[in-house]
């Protein structure tokens, strides 16, 4: 079904292309190594660096006895040298089964999946879309909560430019979820996904800081306020500090809530909710490893 | 041209078409579209003519051109509200209005500096979101051009 089939953006799979991922990569963290991908080659091909990203790709393959080529940046490609994305892709696509990329161009991935016949795994293309993430965002919701529907989620910080906020909205909004959204007015959640989950007939409340809601919540997802965002300095020194999640905060909360995060984080969660076991962030970027695992194995038809 | 009891009147065509209710501002981003300047046939253009409707209107009176709608169509993304008589033998045989067709091939820049489409060599291709106010939806970027903001290439 997912045979061959790029994965550029997470509108690309349905519902329940999802759920299969999401079973796949369960049964990945409980049989991690196997040799599978024993003769299959894997180009990562990041155009910009993003190390974590990377070395989850890698990870993945690596544990389904795969191989890796690729770069780490494009300082280390001919794309110095003046070199159109068309070419890179169309030469890299002879050496390898499958091909995984970071670009800083939005819609990089969209192109060069358009240009080959080996499939395409967008790992980021600019402020677009970065559909992975969104699934081992799934996966991790579904593995705390037992189930991805009728949930309550709470995204907090950047909902403006936050392409990992956007991304699962869209994917959580198929399985009845009730969203709060906490945002600076700088930064509220654009109106066009409002309206999105106005048309489904999904609720959503928005606020400018922490409240009662917090308690409601299955699911904290927070993302990092960026002063550059901002086009008031001092409107950013005034609201940087509503956005921090604290140790204390998390007292009435609901006993299964967990914070999300998609990290790197500054300092919007306080070091003191590391210890606490509603701190999910690092467990949930080892998920991206069982994730991946999973939606390279269904696009090259191993699984 | 000449003026007859303060009205202006451009000289009639026998076969052809006349392309009517066009905004003044836009009169050469449709002569662009059409690819107008690479006809060889009789042209007559109009602009800054009074229109109640838009202000001010631009007309193209074309001899012995016929357009089909995918073609004609292109022009919906800045005239949206262009009308087409269709004239044989003086008489007009035919009125049409233009329709924003459900993708947009190649006629539009997205207004997205960052996107791939911009910085390669690629034929652009947009999702038409609204009709009415024109909004394209990149098919590369995701990101939506909107009205105010579409680039003729």
Known sequence: MMKNKSLVSITDYTKEEYLR????????????????MKDKVVATLFFE???RTRLSFESAVLKLGGKVIGFSDSNSSSVTKGE??????????????????????????????????VPVINAG??????????????????????????????????LKYGRTVHSL????????TTFHFISPDELKM??????YLHSLGLKYTEQKDFSTNVNEADIIYMTRVQKERFSDPIEYERTKNAYILKNKMLDGTKDTMKVLHPLPRVNEIDQDVDANPKAYYFTQALNGVYVRQAIIASILGLS | MLQKDNKLEVSAIENGTVIDHIPANVLFKVISILNLDKIDKQITFGTNLMSKKLGKKAIIKLSDTFFIDKEINKIALVAPQAKLNIIRNFNVVEKKIVEVPEEIIGIAKC???KCISNNEKIVTRFRVLSQKEVKLKCHYCEKITDQEHIEII
């Open chain 1, 49 to 51: 660096p993003s190390t």
């Open chain 1, 84 to 117: 159109t994305l068309y070419d890179t892709i169309k030469i890299v696509s002879n050496y390898c089964d499958l091909i995984v990329m970071r670009h800083p161009l939005e819609g990089a991935a969209r192109f060069a999946s358009e240009i080959t016949s």
């Open chain 1, 125 to 158: 293309d600019g402020a677009n879309q970065h559909p992975t993430q969104t699934l081992l965002d799934l996966y991790s919701i579904s593995k705390t909560q037992g189930t991805l529907n009728n949930l309550t989620i709470l995204m907090v910080g950047d």
């Open chain 1, 21 to 36: 991922i999401l079973a796949l990569a369960d049964e990945y963290e409980n049989q991690p190594n196997t040799s599978l």
């Open chain 1, 190 to 195: 654009p109106e066009e996904y409002k309206y």
């Open chain 2, 111 to 113: 207004m997205n500096p």
């Open chain 1, 169 to 176: 909205l869209m994917a959580m909004s198929q399985f009845q």
